[in-house]
Each structure stands twice: as C-alpha cells, then as structure tokens.
C-alpha cells in the first residue's frame, strides 16, 4: 500500500475535478480526501494502486486545464480512514481561474428532450461538463454559494444527484430542475406578464408571427427574429447595413453556407459554440442577413435554445446582442424594457442573475475574432517574472488583461471605451479580474495614445494604487501579444497612436519587447482631410491619398457640392485638421471610396468588409508595387500610386470586383516585400502578423503565401484576435518583459 | 507622457497641457489678498474695501487675424475682462489697457481697434482709466499683444458667485449659441469659403449677466463662466471637476446655429471645443431656472438662451445623444488626435 499528497494545479473549477477524483479513487480502490483550493486541488490518497490512480487523476476531467501536478510524501501525523470523500472547498492562492461558460453538452441536451427524464424540458439543465461558469461567478472558489445559483436551493432529487458519486452530476454546482431551479417569464415590452403554460413555445410562436423578442441568455441578452423581420429589426437598431449574426439548426447550416471544415464543425458543436463567419452558398442571397459575402452562423447552445428551435418553424433567427454598437450588452430586464422597449415587443426573461457580462464570441477561418464567451477568461502560462501586471487595452474591441505569478489572464470582449458605460464596464471587469485572481497590479501597461479613455482610466488606477505606469506603443502590443522573441513584426491595422505622434497602421516593426522595436518600413504617410470625420466619410480620405482634380471631380460626379469640395481642396493645402496616417485599414477605405462601394461608414469596418465581399468575386490582375526610401532608412510603400494605377484601369473600364481584388493582392503583396526587405536588411528571419487587416483572407494569405516564398515562417498566436483584443495581453507581455530586464 | 522642458503651441491651446504650465506660472506663494486669490484659478480674484467686495481680473489678447467678421482684437480684448468680471457677479467699474505693437504696424488699423474698444467699453458702462504702450522690433511678435486689466464690484443686489459651486440637482444654462467665435476665427483665418456667414459672438455680456441675475433671489445662480479658450467642453469639464459633480448634458438643447454646424461638420471640428467670446454658463438652482432663463431670453445677447443639462452626484461630463446613447464631452488636448480605428 502507498500514500501521497497529489496537488494538481491548472482550470480545476468548474469542470467536475472533485467526483472526477472520486469517481477513479473508487474505481482504483483509494482511500483519502480531495479538497479544492480554488486553484488546486489537494488530494490525499492511500491505496495499492495509487501509482495508477496517480496517472489518471493527472489528466484531469474533459474541460480541465492541468498545468502541473506534484505528489509529496503523507505527513507523519496524517490519519487516512477507510473510503474516499469530498471536503468543502477552502480559500487558496488563486493561481487557477474560472473555466469559461460552456455549450450545453450532449448528454444534457438528451436529458432535456428525453420524456422520460426528470431534466425534459428543463431550459438550464447542465451538468459538470457543461453550463454557465464565468457568467455567474461572484468569487472563488466556484462553489454554488458564490455563484448566482445560491439562490436556488437544490430540491432533493437534484441534492441527491449532487451527492452521489455515481451521477454525471455529482458536484456540479449548476445543477438544477425544473422544481427547484431558475424559472422563465415572458413578458411584453413593457414588464408586464403573458399569461402562458410555457413560455419558450409562446415565444417561438410569436417569433414565428415575426415579433422581435428579446431573449435573455447566459452572458446577457439578445435581440431575435426570422429572417423575414430582419430588414425591420435594423432599422429599429439603427444598423442599417451591419450584418446580423444568426442561430439555426445544424442540418439548416448546408442552405445557407458553404460546408464548413472538420475542424469548424467541431469548433460550432464543440464547448464554444462560437459565432462562425462563413461564406454565403450565394454570395449575393439573404441581404436583408448581411450585404457582405459571408454570414455569421451559431448553433444553439443553451437548453433554452435547443427548447426555442424545437418550437420554431421557421429554420434560423436572428440573434444579435441586445445594445448599441460598442456599448456593453445589456443583462438586466428592466433596462432591456427601458432601452429596447421600442425594438423587442416581448421578452423572454429568466431569473438568474448575469453576474459577468459575456457577448458571444466570433470566429473566422479559424481565428478569434472576438475572444468571448467559451473562450475568455483566456488564462496562458508564460513567465514574466513576480510583479503583478495589469494592461488596460485599447480604445475600441478592447478588453483587459492581468498576469499574475506565471499566468496571463484575459477577459472577454469589453467593447468600445469611448462612453460612460462601457468604461465602468472596463472598470467592473478589472476589479473582477484582480478578484478572481487575487492579483493587485504593481504595473499599469496602457496605450501610448494620450486621449484613450483607457489611457486615463490607468493613470487614475496608478494614482489610487501607487502602480507604476508602462505606456506601449499600440503596434508594439500587437507584435508582442504574438511573441516575445525578435521578429519582422507586420501591424496591419486601423489606428495607433506612433511614437511620433502621428498615427501609425501599416507598420514593420522589427525587434522584440526586451530591446525595442525598430520601424523599418511601413505604409506610405497619407493626409486624414478633417481628422476622425476622414473614417466616417472614406470620400475624404480618397482625397487624402490622391489629392488631384481627377478625385474632385469623382466626388462631384458623386454629388458633392461646390462649397465641400472646394473646403476638401482648402484641408488638404493647408493640411488644417489633416493628420498624417501610415494606416492599412485607411488605404482599404479609400479603395471602397474609389470603388463607390461605401460612401459613409455606418458601423466599425464597414469600408474594407464592403471591399472584400466585392474582391472575393473578382480576379486580381497583375500590378506592379512601388518602394520608396523614407526616413531613417524605412521602406516605404507607396499606396496611393496603388490606387492611382487601379484608378486608371477603371477609367479603362475594369470592373469593381477585379478592381477590388487587384488593390487588395497589391496591397498585400507590398506589405510582405516591406517584411522581406526588414528580414533580409536585419538578418532576422522569422515574422510575426497582427493587426485587424490580417483579418481580411486574401490579405492575409496573400501575405503568409509571400513569406513563405521568402522562406521566412510567419508566427501567429492563434489564441488572441488580430485586432485590438489582443492588445491588452501585448501590453501586459511588454511590461513584464521590460520589468524582467530591470528597466521598469 | 514625458513632461516637456520647453513650452510650445500646446501649452496655450487651453487643454490638458495647458493645465501642466500654469502648476509652474502659478507657483506664487503671495497668491492671496484676503479673498479668492490666484491659487482658485478663477475667472476673476477678490479682496475687500470698505465692506465691499472688489474683483480684479487680467487678460492678454493675441487674435490671428486681428480683424474678422464680428469683431476685431479691440473688441475681444475688452469684452474678455468685461466678462470674467461679470460672471463673478460684478459690476466692471475701470479696465487697463497695455499694448505692445510691433514696428511696422499700420496706425489706422490703431485707430479702428481703440474705437471698438471704445464702444465696448460703452455697452458695458465701464472705462479704460489707464494704459501703457510698448513698440518692439519688428518680427519680435506678431502684429499686436494687448492686455487689458479690469476692476469690478459686488454690488448690494448682486453677490459674489464663483466658478467651483455647481450642485445636484443645478440646472446648467448657456446663453446662446456654442462656437461661432472660435468657427469664425479658424474659417476667416485659414481662407476657408465656407459658403454660409460665420461671425464671431464677442460681446461685454455685463448687462445681460447682471439682469439674468437679479431676476432670481439671490444666491441662486450657483456657478458661472464664460466659455473662452477650450470652449464649452472644457469649460464645463473645469466646472464639474471643481465641484466634484458629474454634469449631464442633453445633445438636442445645445444651441448651435446651421452655419456652425455645418462647419464644423466640413473641417471636422467640434463646435463645443472651440472659443466663445461673447456667452456665459451658468449652474442655476433648479426652481430659479426659468426666471434666469427668461431673463437672458429678454436681453438682446441672450435670445438663444437655454436649458442644456442638469447636474448628477458623480464625476465628469456626459452627452445624452439624440439616438439615446451617452458620450463625454471631453476637454480639448490642443491638437485632436484621430482615433478611430
Ligand atoms: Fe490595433
Ligand atoms: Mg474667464
Ligand atoms: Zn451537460
Ligand atoms: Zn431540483
């Protein structure tokens, strides 16, 4: 017989760790105790075949995250008696964090569509593979009394399935019935009760009819209806070309997209359940859904979900999160009455608490595109030293990252710190954060861009705190959340604050976080007529990149009147309120400008999502790229001679989609000759691509297919977005690195 | 951000950076003749005489161009101590006026600038008692510097009313329309043929400030200022931050006319963060606000008067915009730096 003390540290709440161990200390005849810590579990353990015992509770349970076990020597004066038990959970140092919301495992969903099961019909059936996690976590450890469900006492029948071993459901602290558990309403929208049986067939019963319902989720609502309402639902919003995302049932998938890949279909019907954006069967059909090429589909995830889908007769319903654009998603009831009231006629409401916001999360070819529910808190070891280190994000898709004793951690998607809610929601999430981890930051990383509410939400954090501030460069953030080795970083982006003071968005940054990057090539410097009203109206920054008659008069052409044209003319002259910009993202709206296919910006990336969908119908023509030498010995891209070459093959009678497939591939392909010449320049021969252009698939292949021609691998961290979600991990990887070398 | 060792451009935008300057320009540690001194950083200090309350204010005037569509440098110079004068309540009684001129600059052009002050000086009832004349070398500066110094007094039916004093429940009222002064300046300035007429607001606003605050008992005009350099945001910003409150402010009832607007909306420019010369913003208890209201409505400078926001417990300044969103209204920075990704 051996005894031990095995303590497995790693994501060991939430995910069934304890009757995991039960479960193999039963089967391999085991002895002793487990106990969780919040961020680990101890377990003590005698028995013939602890060896084997060993091993297998070394796995841990499917949604674990074990990231070290060690086995010691019992004490002398430890007493083990005879079988195995559960000891209440105790606080410990929180190293280990709280595993993301979970999709509604299969076993559950059969449960709930099982007549003969006490679970049929129950929307918020879950067990310890599957549920709400994050979402309504108050503290650690991830007991039921810290979490929303405190308030619903288990009835006998879910006590007892709690209790023994033998359930799926043994010490699931979600676990609830349709007796004891959280109940739904549905409700008009003004508050009042529909008096109905069951509320989730009423609900599809008016979705059906084409009402707009409001439905209450895990992380927050959403705002749902057919396909045929969807049209009216945008104009309600005030969205009225965004693309909607939808939710259907998987065999409806084939009607609308193109068969997604093994992979995708895993990732769809996996524990994410993500949004996927896929292309369009016909790129050109359900425009009323989105007017781009591709789609943004999920499948149902809840039980309350699979419940609805069971009673729609219609195949998909829109499902898009309940709040305006940037601003965080709504959780509450009675706000969703007071600021959708005039868009949802119903809402179908439950009554447990959203303690942690959580918007879904998108995914596209493979990439995060927002990093959300499933996936966040996002938690990588990497070593950065002993300091606790907060990074407080961008502007716009931000969220916040904390590293704390050997742990990166990063919350779901905040959204745009531009307005008052959304910077009290930033605020929520890192006093959240700190608390789930236990961290209190000894280091604030934020951007360098000086009027970024973030910005001064950390500075008023330091001053609190007595934190040290660590400002990182936008684009440096984006290299560095892909590596910290030396690389030939590509930032392709939208805006960046430069160390220049100009804007920055087209950059080659070569280096790494410990010695610095150096800006050897970027986009050529183009003018922003009027400064920010250049990207709501990309006409102006048409004229910023090619300030020539031959734009001021595709502008009148277009119908702008004397007095703004000749004011454009007078802007750029005298470059009054001009900015210069290296910006990929402003070359991209300046091509839909030349294009006509987007004239004014109604929603974040609207210009270069136009511009793709036509290049993904058209064929790029050769066109040869010019670089030019800037200062400090940088290369320089010239874009606008990009544009003036595609301007003249239109005038020649190329067609849109050609012409939107010939910028981008040149684009494309300067950007990767600038990395080959830093590569070759600087001897160092491994990339790195950020940057919320690498979203764009032809940009970004176009670019990784030159590279690899050059023989330079190109790294990606395929954890992060390559937009602005991963630039509070950036800052926070910058500042621990820098503090490790001594120089913070 | 690294602290500059050397002043530039930013330091005088009336911004954030501004702010760090005058930590060293106001570093006096003689800042108090017993009453509001130079550490209150208001519009105008005080002491007493004679039981009465006497209020001393100074301003330098450099405006590029020095002539421009509703005014002149001479009109600016003597409305702005006017009205920081007034907006503490008093009653501008004397100004000073010092000149520096630079060699070369057209005597005429002397002439038509000392009759505008002059009739400002009449508008508001008050008199340039004493002055001083420098000329420097030419390219020493550019065209003409005036200061104008002024004094003040509380009268009996007046009382001393500070920028610091906005509380809950205060509504917040402009007296007319936002920018036009600073529009005008940048569009005369730089050539822009913006179509539409701007015209700058300047204008002494003491007799429109003295009967909007007699028209309410007295002590409720809680705060005041005029929205010079930085504009309204960073005016009101100013405001809120010193009472320690939060103002939130209703997009639809800011008066701004057409001609701005559209301006702005065609050089990109937020008429909120550009300079007033001729308007003031007022916190007024809440159940004096419509006798104040109606009293500026009456005065000629007043017409476009209005209600705009009331002020919350918390901190900063918020829009409620027109499709129900909020937004703050931020102080400018000097120069706006672009942002949107
Ligand atoms: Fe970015
Ligand atoms: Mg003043
Ligand atoms: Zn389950
Ligand atoms: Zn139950």
């Known amino acids: 017989m051996r005894c031990g003390r095995i303590i497995v540290r790693g994501i060991v709440q939430g995910v069934g760790f304890r009757p995991f161990v039960y479960a193999a200390a039963v089967r391999f005849g085991i002895a002793g105790t487990v106990i969780n810590h919040g961020s680990e579990v101890e377990i003590t353990a005698c028995g013939d075949r602890f060896d084997a015992f060993c091993r297998e509770v070394s796995a841990g349970p499917k949604m674990a995250v074990v990231d070290s076990v060690t086995v010691e020597p019992l004490p002398e004066e430890a007493v083990v008696g005879d079988g195995f038990s559960i000891l209440p959970s105790a606080d410990g140092a929180r190293t280990g964090f709280i595993p993301a919301d979970i999709a509604t495992c299969d076993a559950c969903l059969a449960d709930i569509m099982n007549p003969a099961s006490r679970y049929y019909g129950y929307w918020a059936t879950s067990c310890t593979d599957c549920g709400p996690r994050y979402s309504i976590i108050h503290a650690v450890p991830y007991d039921r009394e810290r979490t929303a469900m405190d308030v619903f006492p288990p009835c006998g029948d879910c006590s007892a399935e709690y209790e023994s071993p033998q359930s799926r459901r043994h010490h699931a602290q979600t676990i609830a019935c349709s007796s004891c558990g959280p109940k739904l309403s549905l409700l008009t929208a ?220 990063t919350s779901p998607h905040i959204g745009n710190i531009r307005n008052p809610p959304t910077v009290a929601y930033l605020e929520e999430t890192i006093a959240k954060l700190c608390s789930l981890t236990g961290a209190k930051p000894e280091i604030i990383a934020h951007d360098l861009h000086p009027q970024f509410l973030s910005t001064r939400l950390a500075h008023a954090l330091a001053e609190e705190s007595g934190a040290v501030l660590c400002p990182v460069q936008h684009h440096c953030a984006h290299i560095a959340s892909v590596t910290t080795e030396e690389v030939v970083g590509i930032a392709i982006d939208g805006v960046g604050y430069g160390t220049d003071a100009t804007i920055w968005g087209g950059e080659i940054l070569t280096g790494s976080p410990a010695d610095g990057y150096v800006r050897t090539g970027h986009l050529e410097q183009v003018l922003m007529p009027g400064g920010d009203l250049a990207t709501k109206f990309p006409e102006r920054m048409l004229y910023g990149i090619l300030p020539d008659d031959a734009t001021l008069s595709l502008l009148a052409e277009r119908g702008w009147d004397a007095v703004s044209l000749r004011v454009l003319a007078q802007t750029v002259t005298k470059r009054f309120n001009s900015p210069a910009t290296t910006s990929t993202g402003r070359v991209l709206d300046a091509a839909a400008a030349l294009l006509g296919v987007c004239r004014e910006r109604t929603y974040d990336g609207e210009p270069s999502m136009v511009l793709e969908a036509y290049a993904a119908r058209g064929t790029p023509q050769p066109l040869e790229v010019r670089i030019a030498s800037g200062s400090g010995g940088a290369d320089v891209l010239l874009t606008s001679e990009i544009l003036r070459d595609v301007r003249g093959r239109l005038a020649c009678g190329m067609g849109t989609a050609d012409a939107a497939a010939t910028i981008q591939t040149a684009l494309a392909k300067g950007i990767a000759e600038l990395a080959v010449r830093s590569a070759e320049r600087t001897g160092i021969r491994t990339a790195a691509l950020s940057g919320g252009v690498a979203i764009n698939r032809s940009i970004r292949e176009t670019i990784l297919a030159e590279l690899a021609r050059a023989e330079i691998p190109c790294l990606i961290n395929p954890q992060y977005p390559f937009g602005d979600g991963c630039i509070s991990c950036g800052q926070v990887v910058t500042a621990g690195v820098l503090a490790q070398e001594g120089k913070i | 951000m690294k602290k500059d060792t050397e002043v530039n451009m930013m330091h005088g935008a009336g911004g954030e950076v501004m702010g760090e300057l005058l930590v060293t320009l106001t570093a006096f540690k003689h800042n108090n003749a017993g009453g509001i001194g130079l550490e209150s950083l208001d519009d105008g200090s005080t002491f007493e005489i004679g039981g009465k309350t006497i209020v001393l ?90 200061n104008t110094a002024g004094v003040g007094v509380v009268d009996e039916d007046s009382y001393l009313i500070r920028d610091k004093a906005l509380a809950p429940g205060d509504k917040i009222i402009v007296s007319g329309t936002l920018g036009d002064h600073g529009l005008a300046i940048v569009a005369h300035r730089e050539g822009f043929d913006l179509g539409d007429q701007l015209k700058s607001d300047v204008a002494p606003l003491y007799t429109m400030i003295a009967g909007a605050v007699r028209a309410a008992p007295k002590g409720a005009v809680h705060a005041m200022k005029d929205p010079t350099r930085g504009g309204f945001a960073a005016c009101i910003n100013e405001m809120a931050r010193k009472a320690g409150v939060k103002v939130v402010v209703d997009q639809e009832s800011v008066p701004i006319r057409e001609s701005v607007a559209s301006a702005g909306g065609l050089l990109g420019i937020d008429p909120l963060q550009v300079a007033n010369e001729g308007k003031c913003v007022m916190g007024i208890a809440a159940e004096a606000a419509d006798a104040v209201l109606a009293a500026l409505r009456s005065h000629p400078l007043g017409k476009n008067a209005a209600v705009i926001g009331e002020v919350v417990e918390g901190s900063g300044v918020v829009m409620r915009t027109r499709i129900g969103g909020e937004r703050f209204i931020e102080p400018p920075m000097g120069d706006p730096v672009p942002r949107v990704c």
């Not at chain 1, 005030?238 to 259907?248: C, E, F, N």
């Not at chain 2, 060699?103 to 508008?123: N, Q, R, T, Y």
């Open chain 2, 57 to 146: 204010t100074t301003d330098s005037h450099v405006v590029k161009p020095i002539f421009f569509p509703g005014g002149d440098i001479g009109r600016v110079a003597v409305s702005g101590t006017i009205n920081d004068l007034s907006v503490m309540g008093a009653r501008p009684v004397a100004l000073t006026c010092a000149m520096v001129i630079e060699e070369g600059f057209p005597i005429a052009d002397l002439e038509k600038i000392v009759a505008s002050m002059d009739e400002a000086l009449g508008e508001a009832g008050a008199a340039i008692i004493t002055g001083d004349t420098k000329v420097v070398e030419k390219g020493s500066l550019d065209g003409i510097v005036i």
């Open chain 1, 190 to 409: 003004s508050g009042g009760e529909v008096a109905t049986d069951d509320p989730i067939r009423t609900a599809a019963e008016l979705l059906d009819a084409g009402h707009i319902v409001a439905v209450r989720g895990v992380g927050g609502y959403h705002i749902c209806c057919i396909e045929e309402e969807a049209g009216r639902l945008k104009q309600l919003l005030g969205r009225p070309h965004q693309s909607l995302a939808v939710m259907m049932r998987p065999e409806s998938l084939k009607e609308y997209v193109v068969p997604p890949t093994d992979a995708e279909r895993e990732m769809l019907k996996g524990p994410v359940h993500p949004i996927m954006i896929l292309d369009k069967v016909d790129p050109v059909s359900h425009t009323e859904l989105s007017e781009l090429h591709n789609l943004g589909v999920m499948l149902p995830y809840t039980g309350l979900h699979h419940l609805l889908f069971g009673h729609l007769n219609h195949p998909l319903l829109v499902m898009t999160s309940a709040n305006a654009p940037g601003t965080p998603m709504i959780t509450e009831t009675s706000y969703i009455s007071e600021r959708m009231g005039t868009v949802a006629e119903y809402i179908l409401s439950h009554d447990r608490e959203i303690v942690n916001r959580c918007d879904d999360s998108v995914v596209r070819d493979g990439y995060i595109i927002r990093l959300s529910r499933g996936l966040a808190p996002l938690r990588t070891a990497m070593d950065l030293g002993d300091r606790q280190i907060l990074g407080v994000g961008p502007e716009l898709n931000a969220n916040a990252t904390i590293y704390k004793g050997g742990f990166v951690v």
